[in-house]
């Protein structure tokens, strides 16, 4: 059986990845890729490996729920979700899964969210799924297995490059003004600070900053814990939470971000205790646009039709 996905906003850096992944996946094919900026072009002009004939198309988000898709990816800029969801409740009977891989629906309980390594225990069947962040996946695997033993608010200084800003023209994906640079921003109250504290039910500070390379992002968590540990008890803690998990890595060194990039799966290490004790630093990486963004959406999209989670996702990689 085959199911057809369709994808809003597919000429972003996020969409063009999902693309490609849907492209060589043993159980999905495309049923239509929206882009105003492309409406009109071959797919087959953008992405390597697919040599069908559908073009881009621009469709009015009134229009999406009648163009025969089983599922549905949002790739969309923050605020502009509403009104496709809002097309599908007015004109479709809720079956067809809807992905919202921007940040509208993370604090919404009619929502799924979407971190498979933490909730796919809960999954049932959801048509509605709220795709992480890509620093909030981050921080979350890099402090979840740690969490009855926090005391206070856990600090997490990141680093990204300049992809998680989008297309949009600003200062923080000019590479002329990042170039010998480090940007610092929101350094309060970010979205995805307010996310990770509501997923882990834990205060999160989150202090972000965008360097001049690329993609991939890199996370250090400062955590005080309530009891003294052994670094060997925190390496078995992270190795027996994560050690079945394909897209999850633990390492003892403390991971490079130049080492995650064009990769599906998150590092994490580098892990560090205080004399006494009480105090880990933990670092984590992993590439924005895939498992923190595509690859976590793919993942979702096999759950939410009962394939195999990693179907579609390569697990074995080279260096790029």
Excluded at 13 to 35: C, I, M, R, T
Excluded at 87 to 99: I, P, Q, R
Excluded at 255 to 281: M, N, Q, T, Y
């Amino acid at each position: 059986m085959t199911e057809r996905i369709g994808l809003v906003g597919a000429r972003g850096y996020v969409g063009a990845e999902l693309v490609g992944l849907l492209v060589g996946h043993p159980h999905f094919e495309l049923a239509f890729v929206s882009s105003r900026q492309h409406a009109g072009q071959r797919v087959a002009e953008h992405v390597a490996g697919y040599h069908g004939a559908l073009q881009y198309s621009s469709p009015d988000h009134r229009a999406v729920p009648h163009l025969g898709a089983d599922a549905v990816v949002l790739a969309l800029p923050n605020g502009m979700a509403g009104q496709y969801v809002a097309a599908f409740d007015a004109e479709t009977d809720g079956t067809t899964v809807l992905v919202d891989l921007s940040a509208d629906h993370r604090f919404d309980d009619a929502w799924y969210y979407g971190l498979p390594e933490h909730s796919r225990s809960l999954h049932s069947g959801q048509r509605r799924i709220s795709n992480p962040g890509c620093y909030a996946t981050a921080m979350q695997l890099a402090i979840a297995p740690m969490r009855d033993l926090l005391s206070g608010p856990v600090q997490c200084f990141g680093v990204s490059g300049y992809s998680g800003a989008g297309m949009q023209p600003s200062d923080r994906n000019d590479p002329d003004k990042l170039q010998d640079n480090l940007m610092p921003y929101a350094l309060m109250g970010h979205v995805h600070e307010r996310e990770v504290s509501r997923q882990l039910g834990h205060d999160v500070e989150f202090m972000p900053h965008v360097a001049s390379h690329f993609r991939g992002l890199t996370i250090t968590a400062n955590m005080h814990l309530s009891r003294p540990i052994d670094v060997r008890d925190v390496t078995t803690r992270f190795r027996e939470r994560y050690g079945n998990e394909p897209l999850v890595r633990i390492v003892d060194r403390a991971p490079w971000v130049s080492r995650i990039a064009c990769r599906h799966h998150v590092e994490i290490g580098g892990f560090k205790l205080s004399e006494d004790g009480c105090r880990l630093v933990v670092v984590a990486t992993l590439d924005n646009l895939l498992k923190g963004a595509a690859t976590q959406a793919l993942q979702n999209l096999n759950l939410a039709f009962g394939y195999d989670e990693f179907a579609g996702i390569p697990l074995v990689e080279t260096t790029p």
